[in-house]
């Protein structure tokens, strides 16, 4: 009768405090692990606990793998650990669970019950504290991750210091050689643009001079209109240059004809002086002939000695005024250095054209004085001739 009234008093207990859990009488009359494992399980939610085993709850049998008795063992320790909770030298082994005795299994029951009871009563008064610690200690722990993670950032960024600390030693290295370096190439440029500024004076200086000699030749330069006098001077005397050449081809032809006249001369007089110890009266009329020739070209003689010294005369004048020419040609060339291309080409070409026409004149003379001294010879060879020829007419007259 007592043991009904217990199971009755722990049916009642079950159905109050835990009305998911669906138990038996004979349940408690014989226990079996399965029975007693829903039971334990249902009774650890009530306290939030996490219980899942690793079998289906209400099965008669039960696996003896390894996963399942580890879960068994884990199951008794956790019950064992709320009894102690009241009475402490209670215990409840893992034997306890898998060949488990009536009269112990109902009064472990009843202290569970009895302990989930006043838990139900006092949980707001008990675990309002509790809970309040958990959620502080919950809330330090958050607090102490985020401390850890700023400690970490700042490890890091601590590091980072470091490297960046380390690498802007070595450029702070790197920039004082280079600035070193630099202070050096400053002075050298320092150097150098005192030597460019005083380059610079002197070539400012030179610039001064330069505009000064600039203005000193443009007050020079002659003007347009003088030039233009100078450029008729020289065309007038190039027509007359050109005269001269025509009245020196016509006095050269007039030299030839008289060359080829001397030449004639001369062979006659060669001939003569061969023909002297037979000479004949035809040979005498034919000598008679050249002397009455001889004396025509003599009689012309001086006509054209006047005439080649006149010629003569002019082609020093022209010569002359060709040197002014060139004179004052050279006067304008030193101050019109930097006229045109093709002004400084026709100077030269007239240069060239005078200094030709010079050398025409100078040959001229030479041939004037050639002729001269020809005429003088060949008036030595007639004066023989005519002494030789008188010798000759004297004896010839004797004959007679």
Same mark, same amino acid.
């Given at each position: 009768?007592?043991?009904?009234?217990?199971?009755?008093?722990?049916?009642?207990?079950?159905?109050?405090? !835990?009305?998911?859990?669906?138990?038996?009488?004979?349940?408690?009359? #014989?226990?079996?692990?399965?029975?007693?494992?829903?039971?334990?399980?249902?009774? =650890?939610?009530?306290?939030?606990? /996490? @219980? &899942?085993?690793?079998?289906?709850?209400?099965?008669?049998?039960?696996?003896?793998?390894?996963?399942? +008795?580890?879960?068994? $063992?884990?199951?008794? +320790? %956790? !019950?064992?650990?709320?009894?102690?909770?009241?009475?402490?030298?209670?215990?409840?082994?893992?034997?306890?669970? !898998?060949?488990?005795?009536?009269?112990?299994?109902?009064?472990?029951?009843?202290?569970?019950?009895?302990?989930?009871?006043?838990?139900?009563?006092?949980?707001?008064?008990?675990?309002?504290?509790?809970?309040?610690?958990?959620?502080?200690?919950? *809330?330090?722990?958050?607090?102490?991750?985020? #401390? %850890? /993670?700023?400690?970490?950032?700042?490890? #890091? *960024? @601590?590091? *980072? $210091?470091?490297?960046?600390?380390?690498?802007?030693?070595?450029?702070?290295?790197?920039?004082?050689?280079?600035?070193?370096?630099?202070?050096?190439?400053?002075?050298?440029?320092?150097?150098?643009?005192?030597?460019?500024?005083?380059?610079?004076?002197?070539?400012?200086?030179?610039?001064?001079?330069?505009?000064? /000699?600039?203005?000193?030749?443009?007050?020079?330069?002659?003007?347009?209109?003088?030039?233009?006098?100078?450029?008729?001077?020289? %065309?007038?005397?190039?027509?007359?240059?050109?005269?001269?050449?025509?009245?020196?081809?016509?006095? &050269?032809?007039?030299?030839?004809?008289?060359?080829?006249? !001397?030449?004639?001369?001369?062979?006659?007089?060669?001939? =003569?002086?061969?023909?002297?110890?037979?000479?004949?009266?035809?040979?005498?009329?034919?000598?008679?002939?050249?002397?009455?020739?001889?004396?025509?070209?003599? #009689?012309?003689?001086?006509?054209?000695?006047? /005439?080649?010294?006149?010629? =003569?005369?002019?082609?020093?004048?022209?010569?002359?005024?060709?040197?002014?020419?060139?004179?004052?040609?050279?006067?304008?060339?030193?101050?019109?250095?930097? &006229?045109?291309?093709?002004?400084?080409?026709? $100077?030269?070409?007239?240069?060239?054209?005078?200094?030709?026409?010079?050398?025409?004149?100078?040959?001229?003379?030479? &041939?004037?004085?050639?002729?001269?001294?020809? $005429?003088?010879?060949?008036?030595?060879?007639?004066?023989?001739?005519?002494?030789?020829?008188?010798?000759?007419?004297?004896?010839?007259?004797?004959?007679?």
């Amino acid at each position: 009768m007592a043991l009904d009234s217990d199971i009755n008093l722990i049916l009642s207990q079950s159905t109050r405090l !835990i009305p998911d859990l669906i138990i038996s009488h004979s349940d408690l009359v #014989k226990p079996t692990v399965g029975c007693l494992t829903k039971i334990f399980v249902h009774y =650890l939610r009530c306290f939030g606990f /996490r @219980v &899942e085993p690793p079998f289906k709850l209400g099965s008669e049998t039960i696996d003896q793998s390894r996963e399942t +008795r580890v879960f068994l $063992i884990h199951l008794c +320790r %956790q !019950i064992e650990s709320i009894v102690k909770l009241s009475f402490p030298n209670k215990t409840y082994l893992y034997m306890d669970l !898998i060949k488990p005795a009536t009269r112990k299994t109902l009064s472990t029951l009843d202290y569970l019950f009895n302990f989930l009871a006043y838990y139900n009563l006092f949980k707001k008064d008990v675990l309002g504290p509790v809970e309040q610690g958990i959620k502080a200690r919950d *809330t330090l722990l958050a607090e102490i991750k985020v #401390k %850890q /993670r700023e400690l970490e950032q700042h490890k #890091k *960024t @601590v590091a *980072t $210091i470091t490297a960046d600390m380390e690498a802007c030693k070595l450029e702070i290295n790197k920039l004082k050689a280079e600035l070193h370096e630099t202070k050096t190439k400053l002075a050298r440029q320092k150097k150098s643009t005192s030597e460019q500024e005083n380059g610079l004076e002197h070539y400012e200086q030179q610039e001064n001079e330069l505009n000064k /000699r600039i203005k000193h030749w443009e007050q020079l330069v002659v003007e347009e209109n003088q030039v233009l006098e100078l450029k008729k001077q020289i %065309q007038s005397t190039i027509l007359h240059v050109e005269s001269c050449k025509k009245e020196l081809a016509s006095t &050269e032809q007039i030299i030839d004809s008289q060359r080829s006249l !001397i030449e004639d001369s001369q062979q006659i007089v060669v001939a =003569l002086e061969k023909a002297t110890p037979l000479l004949t009266l035809s040979q005498l009329e034919d000598y008679k002939k050249n002397t009455k020739q001889l004396e025509v070209l003599r #009689k012309q003689l001086p006509a054209l000695e006047a /005439r080649n010294q006149k010629a =003569l005369k002019e082609a020093e004048a022209g010569k002359k005024l060709l040197l002014d020419e060139k004179q004052q040609i050279q006067q304008l060339r030193e101050k019109h250095k930097t &006229e045109s291309k093709e002004a400084q080409e026709h $100077i030269e070409q007239r240069e060239t054209d005078i200094e030709g026409r010079g050398k025409a004149v100078t040959e001229l003379q030479n &041939e004037n004085e050639a002729l001269a001294e020809q $005429i003088e010879k060949q008036e030595e060879l007639r004066g023989i001739l005519c002494e030789n020829l008188e010798i000759i007419l004297g004896e010839n007259s004797k004959w007679h």
